[in-house]
């Protein structure tokens, strides 16, 4: 094996022989069907390669083990994968953390999930609970580590402790700049210190790095990130599922495209060049006319836009969506933000437990006593600072010129 390789967590583990230490334990897995190597061999396919009849259960977090089921409490089942004929405990629907007998059947919990950088994505959640049960179990838990495919930028909101959910179990950014060892690291650090918590690290991997980068095929990890440009975005316009707007569900451009009948068109096209130039935010917009074929708006006509990322480091997901949705909210009386429910949350409405801060939230509504910018940067420093702790890989030029921008830009608190 050439060491000048990137390799994920899961290859190393098994290149390098790691996987010998666990060849007598009984084991599960906590998986998905985007968890693959470079030859996009499943890992609960190279676990039952390697271990056999030692792999006592599988667990499967939302959308289930191969991703087919839609968002937004729509539950994966229980059952038997068809390949091995394994048992699958699903951690979404029937419940959200592992039941403690289940987790008893074996000793160490593995887990190899494809996670896209964002707060409310909820696999960083299920990995939450997940640690919890183990931490109360006394059971060893290996993070296999993986990309984060946004890289290490650290973009805000930061969630505030009222607002907390499935959707934001920790105060985290909305771009949260982690891999998913270095997040289970953080929760640690945070809330589980007595765990028995081992990453396996990735090899020759560089954290400023976008997913297209590593050279890898992009395998979508829930079904309507069918692409990485639907990925990036994904972490500002997932905010659309607040609103009555369509986020794109129900099209083949799902997050890259947004609508609603009543948009007009023609204004909202020549304005968004005002508001958003293309030479400052690295993108292009696409007017158009479209028809969900599911979710939001399903069989009627939306007219929209469909956003086309030119530059990735030009382009601010978070600041954008927030941007674009208060120009809408002040030019379309037919605006609205959605009621409850959303992700198990039966209180709060959407667009509050998807932001989760309320100065941001007061913003959004039509304060106006602070700027934006500065509201967004609020707390990130400090983040920063606690996260340098849990970081695996070298910060690199660009992650300190961030933080040296974000330490000096304002005062934060």
């Not at 290996?142 to 495919?149: A, G």
């Not at 007009?264 to 060049?273: P, T, V, W």
Request: with cysteine; hydrophobic share 35%; net charge neutral.
């Amino acid at each position: 094996m050439k060491n000048d390789r990137f390799l994920l967590g899961v290859e190393l583990f098994f290149e390098k022989g790691i996987y010998q230490r666990y060849k007598n334990a009984k084991i599960s897995l906590l998986t998905h069907q985007a968890a693959t190597d470079h030859r996009l061999r499943l890992t609960y396919e190279l676990f039952h390669q390697f271990f056999g009849e030692k792999i006592v259960l599988l667990f499967s977090p939302q959308h289930g083990l191969f991703s087919e089921k839609q968002a937004n409490m729509i539950a994966s089942p229980d059952e038997k994968e068809p390949l091995f004929n394994l048992t699958v405990k699903s951690l979404y629907g029937p419940r959200l953390k592992p039941d403690p007998e289940d987790l008893k059947k074996s000793e160490v919990l593995f887990v190899d999930l494809v996670d896209v950088g964002c707060r409310v994505y909820t696999y960083i959640w299920t990995l939450f609970m997940t640690m919890e049960v183990c931490n109360a179990l006394g059971k060893e838990m290996v993070i296999l580590d993986r990309p984060n495919p946004l890289g290490n930028t650290v973009e805000g909101p930061v969630l505030e402790k009222e607002y907390i959910s499935f959707v934001g179990l920790d105060t985290l950014p909305m771009r949260h700049g982690l891999t998913i060892g270095e997040m289970a690291k953080l929760f640690q650090k945070r809330h589980f210190p007595n765990l028995d918590l081992k990453v396996i690290p990735m090899s020759k991997y560089s954290p400023s790095k976008l997913f297209p980068h590593l050279q890898r095929p992009w395998i979508q990890p829930s079904p309507n990130l069918p692409t990485f440009d639907s990925a990036y975005a994904y972490s500002g316009m997932v905010l659309l599922e607040g609103t009555n707007l369509s986020e794109g569900r129900g099209t083949t451009q799902p997050f890259l495209t947004f609508g609603a009948p009543f948009l007009k068109l023609k204004d909202l096209h020549n304005q968004l060049y005002e508001i958003f130039p293309e030479e400052e935010w690295g993108i292009y917009f696409k007017p158009q006319a479209f028809e969900p074929t599911f979710d939001k708006w399903q069989g009627t006509r939306c007219f929209g836009i469909q956003i086309h990322i030119m530059n990735y480091h030009r382009f601010s997901p978070v600041k954008f969506t927030l941007k674009l949705l208060k120009f809408i909210k002040e030019t379309h009386e037919d605006f609205q933000l959605l009621p409850p429910p959303y992700e198990f949350e039966r209180l709060r409405k959407p667009m509050e437990i998807l932001l989760g801060n309320r100065e941001i939230l007061n913003w959004l509504k039509g304060d106006k006593t602070d700027q934006l910018e500065f509201l967004l940067k609020k707390s990130i420093n400090e983040y920063l600072v606690e996260t340098s702790s849990v970081r695996l890989y070298n910060d690199d030029e660009a992650y300190e010129t961030h933080k040296r921008l974000c330490s000096s830009s304002l005062v934060l608190s």
